[in-house]
């Protein structure tokens, strides 16, 4: 697979993140995948231009924003600009993007909509803020960033199971716990004979770290009289005012700076004891490689650490921020050598058999796997106009359609009278629907003169010929084949339909291409897509048939975006909107009581929502355009004007993020929508019981 990593700070550097990156991009190139990272480090592949336009994009920002919001916050929002140009600047295609931090998938998801990405959450942005940021109404503009971080991937990986408070609640089918892994190897455990019990810690010396608590509980030692001496690997903005507490109290201490990696793979199998006395952590890589290094570990009762150190087992848990139980907890080391000696022994049997790098990257593969199979890519085909990107499987149509009955429709049906409204007879003509079976739209057709014809990758559209002859029908081609793998130079047609098809697709954008490509002149594309962009259809369809839901791309339900796509492709619109009265159907039946009694009131309302005055966008169930192309030129051709190919991309860009938006915000509900559906079950349960 080809992997794009996407990483906010500058690599290599200092931290978790980065040793996060390396660790995985060295173990996926050596299973033979290839791997880039963009980095702010790629600032300076930008051109001038790029550069004009964050200059340009900086001051605007301050003109608007400066002494309303944060500086910090018009600095993060200027970086994240950088980073679109960067990606921008991006001319590779991938497979899967990978996501090191949560304020940039939507940057991300713009530049690249139809490509899969997985977003690794390494903390709460929000709660990360406030251990700096003393004002908490400041704090609260990057709460944004943590919904982006749960709400934009197509899965989200979490380094362990422990999820912060201030994290917007995550869809538990988008989930996967990945715990970081290292190559156990790179950590030689040597026979340990120190006189004295020699203690590490290594780390960013900042606040949150918890550094101070370590001294503190070092001061409180010292009554004692114990024998011991501490080794401080990192550097950062405490360390002056630590080494000040050191020689304040004469505590024997010793700091290193920073060492590269390679100076800490050699050094730390020399301790006995590893101090992590974090006050903020979720699951640090430090506490992984002294485990590998044999040594006992003492760390603050901090989130993911919760789950790399059983108590009394490979080591010993204290309570955040109370330095006299970790100054016992030294006591205990320091007093009981052969216990720390079995803890961190077992300590190197834990990492290697729970936190190794080859269980690590087998993880990810099957990240990947899954959100390549969401978007089903396969080859290009050989116009290269686009791939095959479905949302849904093809054994799903294939199951839906085991037993279901071609019929046509009555002469009152919505798509009827739509298609009657605006196609004329077609005596003589071809007509074409992609996605044709169960082929009831095909008989409107077919009624109207039209010699019919169909592709579907399902094996029963091979019995559709035979139906639709007896009907009186003219028949020409259907084909069990991939819509892609068609020659679209010699493949025209008088009409060209398809019904409910391209919002199945990431990449919808080149499959309504494909479609028109296979209009004749003075031809008819007509396209029909069920409508769940406007907020109350959105809603109901996430929040009582998620998993539908998940199988469509709402980016593509805009026929507003259509018409103006094909209207720089010379067609001529004769409609575009939306059209039927309110209709609202299941996929799965859900096993909650409370969504089945939703979903039934809403069944029951259909003539209330038939009444009510809401944009057509808000109610009407379809989506649907019919467009009428002028000329003989071929879509190809006309792509070939870079200016009207630019202009495509800028539209549907725009679209999609606008979508996204909605998206966004209707998933911050659909949280608390399932859990208030729990908590109602449930209620009914007790009441049963």
Known sequence: MKILIVAYDAHPCEGGVDTYIQTLKSGLEKKGHLVDLVSYTDVKKLNQEDIKRIVEYQN???????????????????KRFIHKQILNSVNSTYDVIHSQIGLLNSVIKEVFPNI???????????????????NRKNAEFYKEYDDEAVNIPDKIITVSSYLDKNLPLIVPEKRLVIHNG?????????????????????????HLKGYDILLQALIALKKENLLYELTMFGDGSERDKLEQIVKMHQLPVKFKGHVPREVLQEELPKFDVFVQPSRLENFPFS????????CAIICSKVNGMNEQVQHLKNGILFEPENSDQLSECLQYMIRNREETKRMGIQGRKDAEEKFSIDIMVEKHEEVYRQVAAIYSTTNNTSDGLCENKGLVNQNHWDTLYENLDIYKPAENDPFRVWINEHIPMGKGKSCIEIGCFPGRFLTIFGDAGYTLNGIDLTPKVESMPFYLSSLGYSIGQFKKQDFFSLDYSTTKHDIVCSFGFIEHFSNWLDVLLKHSEMVKENGYLV??????????????????????YEGHNTASMYPEVWEKILSLLDFEICFSGYFGEFDFWIDEIPDSLTKQKLISLIMESKPFFDSIDLPDCHIKPYCGLIAKKKTSKSVSAILTNKSIQETINNIVKKATREDQIKDLNIRKIYSFFELWCKYMDDKKVGRNL
Not at 60 to 78: C, D, Y
Not at 287 to 292: G, N, P, R, T, W
């Open 60 to 78: 605007a920002l301050n003109s608007e924003f400066k002494g309303k919001v944060p500086e910090h916050v018009i600095r993060t929002e200027v």
């Open 182 to 206: 290292i190559n156990v190897s790179d950590f030689q455990v040597k026979q340990k004979n120190n006189q004295i019990i020699k203690i590490a810690t290594t780390g960013n010396l900042y």
């Open 287 to 294: 506490v992984i490689e002294a485990m590998a290094s044999g």
């Open 527 to 548: 396209i029909e897509v069920p409508n769940f962009s406007g907020f109350p259809l959105r809603a109901m369809r996430m929040f009582l048939d998620f998993k539908n």
């Open 116 to 134: 899969p990405l997985v977003g690794t959450i390494h903390g709460c942005i929000y709660s990360e803020t406030l251990m700096w940021e003393k």
